[in-house]
Structure formats: C-alpha cells, structure tokens
C-alpha cells in the first residue's frame, strides 16, 4: 500500500521569506499524481499545485514551487515571499493513475507566518 | 459556479441515532469519494463510487453505507453512530476521463459529533 510521510508536525517562516514543506511517499508504482492541498482554518481544501510523475520538469504556481525527486520518493513544497495568508495546514497526497483514484494523504504540517 | 457541496455542515446527534450527510456535484464527474479527518491522521478514505450504481470501501468503511443513484449524490449514511464517528467528513469529486489533471474537488467539510 502507498504511504505519504511528512515529518515537520509544525513550521514557522517570517513573513516575507522562504519556506520549505517536506514530503516522502513509498510506492512501486511509476505512473501516479503528488499534490500539495492547504487547509487554512476555514477547513477547505485548497489545491495548491500538482505534480505528474512522468513530468521530470517540477511544477510551480506562483510563489510556490516543488522539488520532486522520483528515485528519492520525495516531494517538497517551497512557499516563496511568504504572506500571513498562507497560514494554514498543509497536506501533502498521493495518487495512483488507475483503479481506485484514492489520494493517499500524509498527516500534514501546520505552517505559521510570523509577521 | 462548479462546486461539491456537503449538508449539514455541522452536526451534533447521539449515539444509535441514524443520519445521513449528503454530497452533490455540478460538474458532471464519475468518480466521488468520502474522507474523515481526524488529528494526526490526515485524511483516510471511507468509500467511494466509480459511477451511478458502483460503489466500494475504502481504507475506513466500518460502520458507514454509501449510495450513488444519481450520477450527481453520494450521501454518506451513519446507521448507528458511535462516539468514534466523530470527526470531520469530506466528500470529494473527480473526472475520470482521460487527460484529466487528477484533481479531486472538495466540499466544504461535515463537523460530526457523536455524543
């Protein structure tokens, strides 16, 4: 079965600067999504960027990025020029592309933006 | 506007008192999906529905029941809740035609409590 890991429980930044979110996955699959969901204190979840696994070229949305190493299982968030909205619990998931579709979630990590 | 919605967002019952939170989507997708949420757990899959009349369980399925009749809902159906049910209950939705980005779209969100 796939897991997703992320072993910051809690980060902090200062506002304004760079942040970066880890994220680990185990899987013997080849062909499969990574996505970064926000869950801000409304409780929504808020795609944040998305990542295919054939893609080599890593995604980016704005001030955020990724840096997805396939042969390390590994897929991190970096939050750029961090803002107070950006304050929130961040997920990251994984996907298989076939059979069930399920996003396999990691346990999150609670980002603060110190101002 | 293209959305899942979720009803009740909020909801506090008794134990052994059935109840039922729906699930709708506008954006004409197959694939639906139940999440609970609980602390430290992330998000864990309940059931899900590959289509109209095709549904099956997830990691967590013990004590729920799902429906998809109609392409649109998927209600999520509590026989006889436990105080272990309590927690906060996500509907999701996806394509599943090809060239898809893998996106799943989330409700809002259901606070269930379980006295």
Known sequence: ?115 | EAQVTQNPRYLITVTGKKLTVTCSQNMNHEYMSWYRQDPGLGLRQIYYSMNVEVTDKGDVPEGYKVSRKEKRNFPLILESPSPNQTSLYFCASSTLQRGGKGEQFFGPGTRLTVL
Do not use: H
Request: proline fraction near 3%; charge should be neutral.
């Open chain 1, 1 to 115: 079965a796939q897991t997703v890991t992320q072993s910051q429980p809690e980060m902090s930044v200062q506002e304004a600067e760079t942040v970066t979110l880890s994220c680990t996955y185990d899987t013997s699959e080849s062909d499969y999504y990574l996505f970064w969901y926000k869950q801000p204190p409304s409780r929504q979840m808020i795609l944040v960027i998305r990542q295919e696994a054939y893609k080599q070229q890593n995604a980016t949305e704005n001030r955020f990025s990724v840096n997805f190493q396939k042969a390390a299982k590994s897929f991190s968030l970096k939050i750029s020029d961090s803002q107070l909205g950006d304050a929130a619990m961040y997920f990251c998931a994984y996907r298989d592309n076939f059979g069930n579709e399920k996003l396999t979630f990691g346990t999150g990590t609670r980002l603060t933006i110190i101002p």
